[in-house]
């Protein structure tokens, strides 16, 4: 279970970061990752219309530079971005300086005040140096959408053991596209059946 979720003790070491949304409301938050893609995040859009769902996306800034129009569209669906760096960098390999620089210029094409860390690979200094403008988000659940030997029945259930105020990863990426079409739906239904609402995480 632990490849889908992180263990409460290692989310201890990095607090100030967002792991989970307190509150005890039937709410959810999905999150897509490495987009946008004309495609992809197309078909994502219309699976969460279907379910009436909201979501965030961490964008890639090289992607939104590529694809405005994907990032006009997730925008007038009513979802909300997130900084995902410029060109998805590890912060554990990058020198500080580099690693802010490149989120900065994803910022050109990314509006919003939410981060991502790809990999969630970040240090703590880089935190310490985003906190002032960027709420860090991480995740409760990972569906790991992007392994090629993903187990689809065993991710998706352990995405139903999500409860309120879960964040949910998935990505809107060429290599997550096959398994994302077979996890994301059944999972939609079922916490959509549940009496759950699906929110974006939002920070003005």
Not at 124 to 150: C, F, N, T, V
Not at 178 to 194: D, G, V, W
């Amino acid at each position: 279970m632990f490849k889908y979720t992180f263990p409460l003790f290692l989310q201890r070491l990095a607090p100030s970061c967002t792991w989970k949304v307190d509150t005890k409301d039937k709410v959810l938050f999905l999150t897509f990752d490495d987009g946008p893609h004309p495609e992809i995040t197309a078909w994502v859009l219309e699976e969460l219309k279907r379910f009436d769902a909201h979501a965030t996306f961490f964008c890639v800034g090289e992607n939104a530079f590529r694809f405005p129009d994907m990032i006009q569209q997730i925008l007038q669906n009513g979802h909300a971005l997130g900084n995902h760096t410029y060109n998805h960098l590890k912060g554990w390999n990058t020198k500080n300086e580099q690693y802010f620089s490149n989120i900065q210029k994803a910022a050109e094409f990314v509006p919003g005040r939410l981060f991502r860390p790809p990999y969630g690979r970040i240090t703590p200094s880089q935190i310490k140096g985003l906190k002032k403008d960027y709420e860090i988000i991480m995740w409760s659940h990972l569906s790991r959408d992007y392994a090629p030997d993903l187990n689809r029945e065993e991710s998706i259930e352990a995405m139903k053991s999500a409860g309120p105020g879960s964040i949910l990863v998935f990505h809107d990426s060429v290599k997550a596209y096959s398994n994302l079409k077979a996890i994301l739906p059944p999972i939609l239904a079922h916490f959509a059946s549940k009496g759950f609402q699906f929110k974006s995480l939002c920070r003005p």
